[in-house]
């Protein structure tokens, strides 16, 4: 861990105490949560939205590709522009943010439009996921950091979980313009919480910021950043099109049941990720491999098998649930809070990429080349998760020998 970041974790009471203060810690996971559904609720509602917007269903997916495109292009120019802000005027500015975008969202009927306001909430989201880690640090003391980052990052499996499947039922009923509507109103009561129970933290002074990219120079970053772009982006060729997969297996009926499923998987994951976090990183970490590569296997060959489908979800759910909280720490770990920017930039980058790269397939292979090219990614992610044994994926997180009891 770099100086700045092991400041970083004990400036605060909260830190130097032996407990978690839930209230700022659950604020914060809701930010997560408005987070993902702002940005992969169109997965759910795709054809839908496709059709309102009188655009193909390719096209629609580009809500998701905008959105990550915006975010992880601006994580680290926003890290460096807004180092000397405090940092709750940051994040509540960024809640604000997504207000905005979704009751835009909501009404508007003009593709163009749409695609400019789900660029500003990537944005935002690129200050939500640069704040929210150093954030949870802050709060927790040293042995119980990864479990308040656990905390905080579950806020992205109820998102898919619960947030996801409601909002697809939610379009199916009522259409899906009420649930961004529903969006926005969560985003404005998360304001209040945020203003109620979230400590104010000073930026970095000026003339003390060491260079982001020269965290790739520490050892372990860079393999952390690698699964990161491999596994997100093997994940968001699949998910961004999974209704589309659906239905070219006669299961785009059961859409929001099969969401819903590997949702809850996904917050199983979480729960035993942040559990075990602090001391079994890279069991989880290889884990959560194996358990996606087992899943789009099923996908690939078997997906005309209702009862698979299920299956592969699960699977899927419960490597991919805990991967947000592993990453996280992982890469601060090796690279401090400069780590934590360069990963919000890759994991979005990728995340993009999924949806380009998705609709490109889907011209050309069709929706059943998508889990494939998941098997095609996951085994390098194998590999180098194997290899970095002594950086990025060791056995022990740094400082647990002494902080655990």
């Known amino acids: 861990m770099t100086t700045s970041h092991t400041e970083s974790q004990t400036d605060t009471p909260s830190a130097q105490g032996g407990k978690l203060p839930m209230s700022p810690l659950l604020a914060l996971c809701t930010a997560a949560f408005i987070g993902i559904l702002t940005e992969a609720l169109p997965a759910g509602v795709l054809p839908e939205m496709a059709r309102d917007l009188s655009v193909s269903e390719s096209a629609a997916g580009q809500t998701l590709t905008i959105y990550a495109i915006a975010t992880g292009l601006s994580a680290i120019p926003m890290s460096m522009a807004t180092a000397t802000w405090r940092r709750k005027r940051l994040l509540l500015i960024a809640v604000t943010t997504f207000a905005v975008a979704n009751v835009v969202t909501a009404m508007s009927s003009n593709y163009a ?35 308040a980052i656990a905390i905080t990052m579950a806020g992205i499996p109820l998102a898919l979980s619960l947030g996801i499947p409601v909002g697809t039922f939610l379009g199916k009923v009522f259409g899906w313009r009420l649930t961004f509507g529903l969006v926005a109103l969560v985003s404005v009561l998360l304001l209040a919480w945020i203003s109620a129970s979230v400590p104010d933290h000073p ?33 968001n060729i699949l998910y961004t099109y999974i209704a589309t997969f659906l239905d070219e297996h006669d299961m785009g009926g059961s859409r929001d049941i099969v969401l819903l499923v590997f949702g809850l998987a996904s917050m199983v994951s979480i729960f035993i990720t942040g559990a075990l976090v602090d001391r079994r990183l890279r069991s989880l970490t290889l884990g959560s491999a194996v358990l996606f590569l087992v899943a789009a296997g099923l996908l690939a060959i078997l997906a005309d098998i209702g009862a698979a489908v299920y299956v592969a979800m699960v699977l899927w759910g419960l490597g991919w649930g805990g991967m947000a909280t592993l990453l996280q720490t992982a890469v601060t770990d090796a690279g401090g809070d400069r780590g934590q920017a360069l990963l919000v930039t890759t994991w979005n980058s990728f995340m993009a990429g999924g949806g380009a790269v998705g609709g490109i397939l889907l011209g050309a292979l069709g929706p059943d080349s998508f889990p494939w090219s998941v098997l095609i990614l996951l085994g390098p992610v194998l590999l180098v998760v194997t290899g970095a044994r002594a950086h990025g994926f060791p056995a022990k997180r740094p400082g647990m020998e002494t902080t655990t009891p």
């Open 113 to 147: 439009l749409t695609m400019v306001f789900r660029l500003a909430a990537g944005v935002a989201a690129a200050v939500v996921w640069a704040e929210l880690v150093g954030y949870a640090r802050r709060l927790a003391p040293p042995h119980l950091a990864g479990r």
């Open 203 to 235: 930026g970095q002074q000026p003339g003390k910021r060491a260079s982001i990219l020269g965290a790739l120079k520490l050892p372990g970053v860079v393999s952390v950043l690698f699964v990161v772009a491999a596994y997100v982006l093997a994940h």
